[in-house]
């Protein structure tokens, strides 16, 4: 059974860090090409990053410098780094695969 779920969200102030995990299971984790999305209130859901499965990043322009993908094999486990966050990076957080699954999300409130 494939699962995809994220975990580390929470409530942080501007200009703060967070740091989320998506573990993965019934999935051949180690070469796939893994996505994080972020939905934010009344918006649609948006791309924020990919990791390829040959280690390759692509960011969304806004997160570009501040947010880093990264991944641990082992572990079967997606990161999302969140460094100098903003009220605008409030959102659910999900994590996708290029198969098509998706978490739950895992929701990000920054704010004061």
């Known amino acids: 059974q494939v699962q995809l779920v994220e975990s580390g969200g929470g409530l942080v102030q501007p200009g703060g860090s967070l740091k989320l995990s998506c573990g993965a299971s019934?999935?051949?984790?180690?070469?796939?090409?893994m996505d994080w999305y972020r939905q934010a209130p009344g918006k649609q859901r948006e791309f924020v990053a990919r990791?390829?499965?040959?280690?390759?990043?692509n960011y969304e322009d806004a997160v570009k410098g501040r947010f880093t993908i990264s991944r641990d094999i082992a572990k079967s486990t997606l990161y999302l780094q969140m460094n100098s966050l903003k009220p605008e990076d409030t959102a659910i957080y999900f994590c996708?695969?290029?198969?098509?699954?998706w978490g739950q999300g895992t929701q990000v409130t920054v704010s004061s």
């Open positions: 996708a695969d290029e198969l098509g699954n």
């Open positions: 019934g999935l051949p984790f180690s070469i796939l090409t």
């Open positions: 990791i390829h499965y040959n280690g390759g990043t």
